[in-house]
């Protein structure tokens, strides 16, 4: 396995729980972690831009504190993404403040800025920033990223429509550092096919929507858990980039979900939908094709030990398969 040393042993679960728009808060992120998994947040996120700030004392201060008196326990490092697009006024401020406070992990999108890289290695942080083909893997790559994240088919939000068959195996021969594969994990059976496949860690979003730490609305929630993977639809309409969504949000902000216009692509806007009156992610839902597993909406540690047990389950499965 390809992980930085800021991961190895750290762990309790080859796991980073992706961050979520709206939904990924401190509660969320200090849960995962306390459970052994890498928890994220968007910087965006944190408003106005001094909660970022606050954010970051109080994520450290908390696990920190659980650390000292859990010594036994592998309480993961966290990660602030990053939104690496000119939409984003709040770049420079809020990447200073990653800095000031050394975040182990950051999450880059739309575009992996070399200044981020560095400001990220200044203090020893790694940058890991996701990708939907190998075209955008290899300039990723250049500029000195750390890991790449495959966002392949099925993944919520913002996705590709690689399978993971294809982009893993591709990006495996050339590139040398983490690889994290985002797509339809929803159980510890996806874990394990994840690493199976040759990625280092599983990078899963969705299923902590339905957590009890998750900031989201509790309809949302229910969506997860009463619908399944025909129930999605695959779009740009909403931010102006192609994503997967949950039909019933759709159909309840007015709109057919079989029958989306293509976006305005000069009115790209990756938080609210440009000038449309439905938001992405507030009233639009981003959601994974991999919510048949989701039957409910656990604490994160809960969670965490399903998980853990189905993925030892999984290895076992896997291991008695092989022919002696």
Known sequence: MALPDILKNRLELPVVGSPLFIVSGP???????????????????????????EWLIRIKGELGEYQAKHPEKKVAPFAVNQICHASNDRLAHDMDLCIKH???????????????VEGAHSYGGVVFHDVINVKHARKAAEQGVDGLILVCAGAGGHAGTLSPFALVREVKEWFKGTVLLSGALSDGYGIASALALGADLAYMGTRFVATQEG?????????????????????????????NYLKPSVEAAGLDPDNLPEADKSKMNFGSGGNMKQKAWKDIWGSGQGIGQIKDAPPVAELVERLKSEYQTACREFAERMPA
């Open 102 to 116: 050394e975040v182990p992990v950051i999450i880059t999108s739309l575009r992996p800025p070399s200044e981020v």
């Open 27 to 53: 509660e969320l992120v200090i849960a995962q972690c306390k459970a052994g998994i890498v928890g994220s947040f968007p910087a965006l996120n944190a408003r106005p831009n001094h909660v970022v700030e």
């Open 215 to 243: 900031n989201a609305e509790a309809e949302y929630k229910k969506m997860l858990i009463d619908y399944a993977g025909d129930d999605i639809v695959y779009s740009n309409l909403f931010t102006g980039v192609h994503g």
